[in-house]
């Protein structure tokens, strides 16, 4: 089975310029959850799908950041335009629906992608 | 809020030597709790989990975690350490909730294993 792709593996930018990332899950998977990592600090949360809906967004550092699921499938994260604070790892992690509220989901991340805007 | 404090940042570590890691989180219930490793050019790999019952958790390559309520800790432990678990680890929690969970990580910790 394959596990959760991320393409690019990393992309280089101008500040300024629009940069789309995407994220494919482990086929099966409703939930889909988008991490960045900005360097030196923790790895961060921005938002949570199932299927196609926008479960949680409350991460989502602010308007210039724009996250996609259509169908239910892959997922884009683009920024527009990025600024030099956006650099890092952005991960994206997918997971089964939780057959119960009692037990967690467990997680299971991509490789990431590692932006860096000049 | 929850929150996840992984007090060292780098350790070093002869191979063969025993390795613990720890971590303590602040949660106002029963938390889940997460493991995961990233070794150099990998995603990020669920080493365990808790999330009920037994405190004393074992995971792959050898690992296992305690978790203990009265300390809020969940340390990370391997007896002999191999060159391959060079890689940065990350605790994580996760709150109980319905349709899935965001998590909360550490800062991390990057082992370091000596020849």
């Known amino acids: 089975e394959a596990g959760v792709t991320q393409f690019p593996s990393h992309s280089v930018i101008e500040k300024g310029q629009t940069v789309t990332l995407r994220c494919d899950p482990i086929?099966?998977?409703?939930?889909l959850y988008w991490y960045r990592r900005v360097m030196g600090k923790e790895i961060k949360f921005l938002l949570h799908?199932?299927?196609?809906?926008?479960?949680?967004e409350s991460g989502m550092p602010n308007n210039r950041f724009l996250a996609e699921r259509t169908g239910g499938t892959y997922s884009t994260l683009k920024v527009q335009p990025a600024e030099l604070e956006d650099s890092g790892v952005y991960f994206c992690?997918?997971?089964?629906?939780?057959?119960?509220?009692?037990?967690?989901?467990?997680?299971?991340f991509g490789p990431g992608t590692r932006l860096t805007v000049l | 809020a929850q929150s996840v404090t992984q007090p060292d940042i780098h350790i070093t570590v002869s191979e063969g030597a025993s390795l613990e890691l720890r971590c303590n989180y602040s949660?106002?219930?029963?938390?889940?709790l997460f493991w995961y490793v990233q070794s150099p050019g990998q995603g990020l790999q669920l080493l365990l989990k808790?999330?009920?019952?037994?405190?004393l958790v074992q995971g792959i390559k050898g690992f296992e975690a305690e978790f203990k309520r009265s300390q809020s800790s969940f340390n990370l432990r391997k007896p002999s350490v191999h060159w391959s678990d060079a890689a940065e680890y990350f605790c994580?929690?996760?709150?109980?909730?319905?349709?899935?969970?965001?998590?909360?990580f550490g800062g991390g910790t990057r082992v370091l294993v000596k020849p």
């Open positions: 992690a997918s997971s089964q629906m939780k057959e119960t509220s009692e037990y967690s989901d467990t997680q299971y």
């Open positions: 086929s099966g998977h409703d939930n």
């Open positions: 799908f199932v299927k196609e809906s926008k479960q949680d």
């Open positions: 949660y106002g219930a029963t938390p889940y």
């Open positions: 808790y999330f009920s019952g037994d405190t």
């Open positions: 994580a929690v996760g709150a109980r909730g319905a349709a899935g969970n965001k998590l909360t």
